[in-house]
């Protein structure tokens, strides 16, 4: 038998570079990172060679870097290492994901390899811009993120660094820096990696405090057990509050009332009930209930739903809603934390208004307010932008004053509308209730579609008008509720509703020759 | 001022003989041609070489004290011509640009130079930008040097073989009276290296001396019967004299090995490229010892026949790797094979794909099927029969692919091209759409979403040009995108000139910000800036009327989107015929930031009063429908998820990095969309009667807040 053996590369040095590919966002410090990173590298007498290609990528696009470095090979003194300028999937010792979603990235371009890459990457998000435009929520899964991470990854490192930085006053590219030192991937101490940072001279003590958090994160994750994989964070909860009395006499009432109702629902009704209240007043409260009562509740899926959306019908947003919520002294200080106000800096803000005639009109009392909304003229006088600086007198005054308006609203055109329109929809959802309940908790849950102010708020009723005629229009169908379920899907993907109108005509063949 | 400051690296352009060089390439070639005697240097900024532009501007001391001319050209085109100065003198000159577009714009003065020909050494540095990350059509430079024979260097990706190749090119250049194309890849020219520098040379034919003595030969210029000598003198003097360089140099390289049956030979950029794939299947190692031999053409045009048939003979089968297409020396190899009768089988784009880049992925499988092919017994067992990559085809990670968003580049935060597409996307929605025209620049960023604006681009600053034909009775105008930069580079004539010339009705907006901001932010004509070298401050405006146009509209602040939009309307729609041109200015915020930053920590650290702008969304009034952003896209408005059991999308949410440049509460304002936008104004260091203004105005306001909230039924989250 002919037995071939592969000659062995006699001659040949074995020695390998240690390869790091850093996947960041053009703009955001991923250049930063891999400076020190070769700084470091030729500070212990290595070659190290780094290249990108940053081009218009640099303007917020995805970038990626790629370093390869190695130690002098003493029997070689005057030879200079033949280093690759890109990375070759499989083939990466260290993969930097500099926003969970770049490592992601990483990921599906092959880089990481289970073999041999170690993935460190910050878990905060930065958004793309298709995850923010949807209407709806378009946020990608992080999860599924983390769950190939940990198939694809060797070992797989993964924090908010963001936060991290945040709280130190440095940036991610430093705290990324630190996970690699913890990491210890790199044969170098923790004083190479602090004096390179030291050299660089921009920002050192920042840089240091964000660097040990990470270094210690990162040492810390990997002393646990390996099996031990890194989880996504769960998404935010909803914070529920307990349908409880508060001491006030009228709302205490109506707590006893709406404990009644099915215990499941007492979370969301507890929600809806305090928003309507803080909307309106304790009556207002009691018409919330009595809306909710007149549901069957034997299908608590129905309503929780109804006492939802029904709540989010009634607290529509209005110009007196609006000026309510934007003098109020909570908001004031919510405010100064956002804007990182110090108690020795002035505060002021400014507010973006622009009311058309049908919002001012809307809070007059009916009659009036359907003649003045015809009006060109006064049209013209109030359809402009306005700015207006609530933390002075005047602005807020006026503000104030509109929010007073609050106990005539009852009597205001826009509620004679606003209740209109919900009393068609609350009886519709009664109608199919009686035979078909999937449908009535899909056509309650299709208010979601309202939402926003001016066109889009208009726009969007559109949509749900339309989709309340599909309803009456499947109604008796089995798979009614599955499709208006798929309508609201739908309807949420895209702004201008053009994908709605595509499946509403897919409805409409559903009875074609029928 | 660029984006980019090497103050602190321009440096080491002062190191000398003995001593080391570390850093990115492109400060290795200017340091290269400091070395070389050069007299002049020019060019025009684009990725990859911007930096190369930036590196010389901050080096403008360095190169005078050695009496060394920079010039900032104002095109490619500009930047060939000035190599004109090397035809009849002595004199060394470099000049620097993007390719393949570069050469496009530059090629009439090259074609010129080349015919022609030159006395002193001319080099033309270009940035290949081919592959990922390239903002450009994907085409190869190496069909201009054939045509116009001129000669393309294209030496190993590293430091100190990219700063040999200039030293050498300068040499080639004045041994064939031929210009020579450095060509340098996108990748390379980022390359950190290290490299042994030698002295500084100044130039030993000063410039002066030209203008002061200046000489002519009627045989150097395009005229016949010059030009037909010079197509004679091209293929029978200069061609074989260049051979004769560069084959007397080595310009090009052998690598020796003992599997000398077979053998590979590459452009030299290709050659880390190649030994990595080697070194994977065991054949070659980190310090470039390789197994099979090597032969690198770090000048690929022209081809040194005798080079190739002495590499070739006795070989079964060459493998040549030739990155783009067509396959202009693999073409050229087979006829060099065949008149010398040499028998050795050649690969080349049977093995690797016709088009696109050279991965490391296509070359080790390329590399891998050749061996394979040839010198299977050569393999390692596990390069013989590779497996398949059992992890890519798991399903949690193909799943990835609908998971992970695309992320294109984009508009800055604060950047003030923004609101001019808001506007127009305003504009969309009352008039319905029209043909836009775009141009090159940040402001392409408009075709992505969420703006979605823009039909074509044709070329740095012919956006109005591409728009010419549209000039006929209709019922809508054309609008036609420009730049500032693509205006001065030539978008003045051939696009404005050229509207009022054929009385073009539509309707041309330029750009304004103030820098050449997509190349890096360097100073153009119509810069605000101070520069001490440079004559800014041109307005755009006074051009465009200088050359006739009469509806000129001036938007000093592009933030206000309701102006933008109510211009932008007023020029599509009124009765005026001929161009409508509309000037929109404001500072690209990169810049700006860069520019300011400084100023105001300064300032602070003197206790001087500073307002900090930034805006906000209240999340309780904001209903999750996203519309500001689908107007907007800045960077800093993004979404949030809420604690709110009533909602059901996230909230809009202004992050940390907002600059406060107002865009998101002008949308808000003009398309009307919500009232949940609050700008937030701190101010630092208040004056003492702001202060004690704003401390009654807030107790005022408190008692206020608190009378109405004792009235109201207060639930506890609302006093968290």
């Not at chain 1, 190479?192 to 990162?218: K, P, Q, Y």
């Not at chain 2, 002049?40 to 001319?69: E, F, R, T, W």
């Not at chain 2, 690797?352 to 080790?364: D, H, I, R």
Request: charge should be neutral.
């Amino acid at each position: 038998m002919n037995v071939s053996v592969a000659p062995t590369s006699v001659g040949l040095s074995q020695a390998r570079p240690i390869s790091i590919a850093v996947l960041a966002m053009g703009g955001q410090g991923g250049g930063v990172l891999v400076d020190w990173i070769v700084a470091l590298a030729e500070h212990r007498g290595w070659f190290a060679q780094s290249t990108s290609v940053p081009g218009v990528a640099q303007r917020t696009g995805a970038t990626i870097y790629y370093i390869e470095m190695i130690a002098p090979d003493a029997s070689k003194p005057d030879r200079n290492p033949v280093l690759s300028l890109m990375p070759a999937p499989g083939k990466v010792d260290i993969v930097i994901g500099a926003e969970l979603m770049e490592a992601g990235r990483a990921i599906l371009r092959g880089l990481v390899s289970p073999d041999r890459t170690l993935l460190i990457g910050s878990s905060h998000r930065s958004l793309a811009m298709s995850e923010k435009t949807t209407p709806g929520d378009g946020t990608a899964d992080a999860s599924q993120v983390y769950e190939a991470a940990n198939v694809a990854a060797n070992r797989f490192i993964a924090f908010d660094m963001a936060e991290i930085a945040d709280a130190t006053g440095s940036v991610v590219s430093s705290v990324l820096f630190g996970a690699l030192a913890g990491s210890g991937a790199l044969p170098f101490a923790t004083e190479d990696f602090e004096t390179t940072i030291r050299a660089a001279g921009v920002g050192v003590d920042a840089s240091l405090r964000a660097f040990a958090v990470g270094r210690e994160r990162a040492t810390a994750t990997l002393k646990q057990d390996p099996k031990i994989k890194p989880t996504a964070k769960p998404p935010l909860a909803k914070r529920f509050p307990k349908l409880a009395p508060i001491g006030h006499a009228g709302y205490d009432a109506l707590v006893t009332r709406a404990r009644q109702l099915p215990a499941e629902a007492h979370g969301i009704v507890a929600a809806g009930l305090q928003r309507v209240v803080d909307y309106q007043d304790v009556a207002y409260g009691a018409e919330y209930l009595d809306r909710l009562e007149a549901m069957p509740h034997n299908a608590t899926g129905l309503l929780q739903a109804f006492a939802k959306y029904l709540a989010v019908a009634m607290a529509y947003d209005d110009v007196i809603r609006v000026a309510d919520l934007k003098t109020r002294a909570g908001r004031f200080d919510r405010v100064r934390r956002e804007a990182r106000a110090g108690d020795d800096q002035v505060l002021a803000i400014t507010e973006f208004f622009h009311p058309r005639i049908e919002e001012m009109a809307g809070m007059l009392p009916r009659r009036l307010g359907e003649r003045l909304e015809r009006s060109q003229r006064l049209a013209r006088l109030i359809d402009r932008g306005r700015k207006l600086r609530t933390t002075a007198p005047a602005a807020f005054l006026t503000l104030y004053c509109i929010a007073g308006l609050r106990r005539f609203r009852r009597g205001s055109l826009r509620h004679a509308r606003e209740m209109r329109h919900l009393e068609d929809w609350a009886q519709r959802i009664r109608k199919f209730a009686a035979h078909d309940l999937a449908l009535a908790t899909a056509v309650c849950e299709a208010r979601r579609l309202v939402a926003g102010y001016s066109d889009t708020h208009s726009r969007g009723e559109s949509k749900f008008d339309k989709v309340m005629l599909a309803s009456e229009r499947l109604a008796g169908r089995p798979d009614a509720a599955e499709w208006v379920q798929r309508l609201i899907k739908v309807a949420l993907k895209d702004a201008d509703g053009a994908e709605l109108d595509g499946a509403l005509r897919t409805v409409e063949t559903l009875f074609e020759g029928a | 001022m660029a984006e980019r400051s090497f103050a602190r690296e321009v440096e080491d352009l002062k190191l000398g003989a003995g001593q080391e060089f570390r850093g990115e390439g492109i400060l290795a070639i200017t340091k290269a041609l400091l070395e070389c005697g050069v007299s002049y240097v020019g060019g025009y900024q684009g990725a990859p070489i911007s930096h190369l532009m930036d590196v010389l501007s901050d080096a403008q001391d360095i190169l005078s004290d050695l009496g060394v001319h920079f010039e900032t050209s104002a095109s490619e085109a500009t930047a060939a011509a000035t190599l004109a100065a090397s035809v009849m003198y002595p004199i060394r000159g470099a000049v620097t640009f993007k390719a393949p577009v570069g050469i496009n714009v530059a090629s009439d003065a090259l074609a010129n130079l080349s015919s022609g020909g030159v006395t002193g050494g001319a080099l033309i540095i270009i940035g290949e930008d081919y592959g990922e990350g390239s903002s450009i059509m994907q085409e190869r430079s190496h069909a201009f040097a054939m045509k116009s024979q001129l000669w393309l260097v294209d030496p190993r990706p590293n430091v100190a073989s990219i700063v040999k190749a200039v030293h050498d090119s300068f040499e080639l250049s004045e041994a064939s009276n031929t210009p020579v194309m450095l060509e340098v890849r996108i990748r390379a020219c980022h390359v950190h290296g290290r490299f042994a520098t030698r002295d500084n040379v100044r130039p030993s034919f000063p410039l002066s001396r030209a203008l002061e003595q200046p000489s002519r030969d009627t045989n150097r210029i395009v005229l016949p019967p010059a030009s037909f000598m010079h197509e004679k003198e091209k293929i029978e003097q200069r061609w074989p004299a260049a051979v004769e360089f560069i084959h007397a140099r080595g310009m090009n390289e052998t690598f020796d090995g003992d599997i000398d049956d077979i053998g590979i030979i590459m452009q030299g950029g290709m050659y880390n490229g190649v030994i990595t794939a080697l070194r994977e299947a065991g054949l070659a190692d980190i310090w470039g010892e390789t197994r099979v031999p090597l032969y690198v053409m770090n000048v690929t045009y022209p081809i040194v026949d005798r080079e190739v048939i002495e590499f070739c003979r006795g070989k079964k089968a060459v493998l040549m790797v030739e990155e783009g297409q067509p396959e202009f020396i693999e073409q050229a190899l087979h006829k060099v094979l065949r008149n010398a009768d040499i028998p050795a089988k050649l690969h080349g784009k049977d093995l690797f794909p016709m088009a696109g880049e050279y991965t490391s992925q296509v070359m080790g499988a390329a590399i891998g099927a050749f061996i394979r092919r040839w010198r299977s017994d050569v393999l390692p067992d596990a390069a013989r029969a590779p497996n398949i990559d059992r992890v890519e085809v798991d399903d949690k990670i193909r799943a990835l692919a609908d998971v992970v968003p695309p992320r294109p580049p984009g508009f800055c935060t604060g950047c003030p091209e923004r609101p001019i597409f808001s506007a127009m996307k305003l504009v969309e929605k009352e008039l319905g759409p029209h043909h836009i025209a775009a141009d090159i620049g940040c402001h392409l960023f408009s075709i992505l979403p969420p703006f979605n604006i823009g039909a074509t681009t044709m070329g740095y600053g012919l956006g109005p040009a591409s728009a010419s034909a549209f000039n006929v009775p209709a019922a809508k105008r054309s609008i036609s995108m420009m730049g500032d930069g693509g205006f001065w580079h030539n978008g003045l004539t051939s696009g404005v000139g050229n509207a009022v010339f054929n009385q073009h009705d539509g309707v041309i907006v330029v750009v304004d910000n103030f820098y050449s901001a997509a190349t890096g932010g360097q100073d153009i004509p119509s810069s605000r800036a101070d520069n001490r070298s440079r004559s800014t401050k041109h307005p755009i405006v006074e051009a465009v009327k200088g050359v006739g146009a009469k509806w000129v509209r001036q938007i000093d602040h592009t933030y206000d989107v309701s102006h933008m939009r109510d211009t932008l309307r007023e020029a599509l729609t009124t009765k005026e015929k001929g161009p409508k041109i509309i000037v929109a200015s404001s500072e690209c915020m990169l810049n700006k930031q860069r520019r300011v930053k400084p100023l105001v920590a300064a300032a602070a650290k003197r206790g001087e009063r500073i307002v900090r702008e930034r805006f906000g969304v209240d999340e309780d009034t904001c209903s999750g429908d996203h519309a500001c952003i689908r107007l907007s896209g800045c960077p800093s408005l993004s979404v949030k998820p809420t604690t709110d059991p009533l909602k059901d999308n996230p909230v809009a949410a202004v992050d940390n990095t907002c600059v406060g440049c107002g865009h998101c509460g002008e949308v808000a304002d003009a398309a009307v969309l919500c009232p949940s936008f609050y700008r937030a104004d701190v101010v630092s260091n208040p004056t003492a009667f702001e202060a004690r203004l704003d401390r009654i105005w807030q107790r005022m306001i408190g008692a206020l807040q608190r009378w109405r909230a004792g009235r109201r039924v207060t639930f506890e989250q609302e006093a968290a």
